[in-house]
């Protein structure tokens, strides 16, 4: 199975700073997925990364507020913008593993926001 | 939007008991996946069963999936206080091989020692 790190693993930020997520792989992907888990909730896709293009993100959530990098196969970075409290949430990336279907997680980044 | 819908969204057992969880969806599926949330972490892959399958097992996990229903459940036997967690079911969406999964509500599973 997939083995995925994230950083940070946990943050706490202020009102209307900016947060860079990583989310590394130890093998070449195609498709990283954002999630985010706000508190009690269950997990929301916030949008699909492919290397070398755009991300595709989900009815709610745009750009400019979750700009997502996404440079080589192994890595990508999911940017939290202007940050508010209501954006205090775990943040998950995710992968497809080749051939199976099977989607794996990373540990997730507990982000709080005062 | 949400797909899956779990019941109970909650539920405690004593250690040794059986835990069942079910799981019902809106759409045609591929597949069908559960994973387990250890107090706010990462989720941790358990089974995937696919929509040509009917009951898959892993170790002391027993999943069914009956598609004209449109429904899962997660059996755990023998449950250990170490099986405390939340329970999530997610389904892809089924149209053009889309990967992108839609996730339950969850259970909460509590087992008392």
């Known amino acids: 199975s997939a083995v995925i790190s994230q950083k940070p693993s946990r943050d706490i930020c202020q009102r209307g700073t900016s947060l860079t997520i990583q989310c590394q792989v130890d093998s070449q992907v195609t498709m990283m997925f954002w999630y985010r888990q706000q508190p009690g909730q269950s997990l929301t896709l916030i949008a699909t990364a492919n290397q070398g293009s755009e991300a595709t993100y989900e009815s709610g959530f745009v750009i400019d507020k979750f700009p997502i990098s996404r440079p080589n196969l192994t890595f990508s970075t999911l940017t939290v913008s202007n940050m508010s409290p209501e954006d205090s949430s775990i943040y998950l990336c995710?992968?497809?593993?080749?051939?199976?279907?099977?989607?794996?997680f990373g540990p997730g980044t507990r982000l709080t926001v005062l | 939007s949400q797909q899956g819908e779990e019941d109970p969204q909650a539920l405690s057992i004593q250690e040794g008991e059986n835990a069942t969880m079910n799981c019902s969806y809106k759409?045609?599926?591929?597949?069908l996946q559960w994973y387990r949330q250890n107090s706010g972490r990462g989720l941790v892959h358990l089974i995937l069963i696919r929509s040509n399958e009917r009951e898959k097992h892993s170790g002391r996990l027993r999943v069914t999936l009956d598609t004209s229903k449109k429904s899962s459940s997660l059996l755990i036997t023998a449950s250990r206080a170490a099986d405390t967690a939340s329970y999530f079911c997610a389904t892809d969406e089924g149209q053009g091989g889309s990967e992108k999964l839609v996730f339950g509500k969850g259970t909460k599973l509590t087992v008392n020692p």
């Open positions: 759409t045609s599926i591929n597949n």
């Open positions: 995710s992968v497809e593993e080749w051939g199976t279907d099977t989607q794996y």
